[in-house]
Structures are given as structure tokens and as C-alpha cells.
């Protein structure tokens, strides 16, 4: 049952997050919202994800709500 509800949960922030207006962070509040979940329940699986946890620490890096991590250049 968690690992539908895993797997549901990715699909559907990445789904949203394609959207031009939308980013991964307000997808993430969207399925909360929608789904009547509250979003510290949400951070288990987005710590379990690093592509998920990756994309949504650029986004907060990016608008300065986190400081910058250190990245190698590629």
C-alpha cells in the first residue's frame, strides 16, 4: 500500500512540475492540499527520493530560501 502511494505521489509532483507555471515545490503543496495530507508526511518521501529532494533544493537555492551547496563543476 506505501509503495503505490510512493509511487503515486512522484508521478503526480512530476507530472505537475512539467507545467510551465508550476514548480516542484508548489506541486508538492498542490498534492498536499488535494490529497488532504499535511506536508511534513510528504518530507519522508521526498528524503527517499534524491532526484525529488535534488530538483526541489535547486528550486529553493534558486530563489535564496537556501544557501547555496557546493557543486563540482561538470
Do not use: G
Not at 22 to 31: I, P, R, S
Not at 40 to 54: G, H, V, W
Request: proline share 4%; glycine share 0%.
Amino acid at each position: 500500500m506505501l509503495k503505490l502511494q510512493y509511487e503515486e505521489f512522484v508521478a503526480h509532483i512530476h507530472k505537475i512540475a512539467r507545467r510551465p507555471d508550476c514548480n516542484y515545490m508548489e506541486a508538492v503543496l498542490d498534492y498536499a492540499v488535494k490529497n488532504d495530507i499535511e506536508i511534513e508526511a510528504l518530507a519522508d518521501i521526498i528524503r527517499k527520493n534524491p532526484n525529488l529532494k535534488s530538483r526541489i533544493q535547486d528550486e529553493a537555492e534558486d530563489l535564496f530560501m537556501m544557501e547555496r551547496t557546493a557543486k563540482l563543476p561538470v
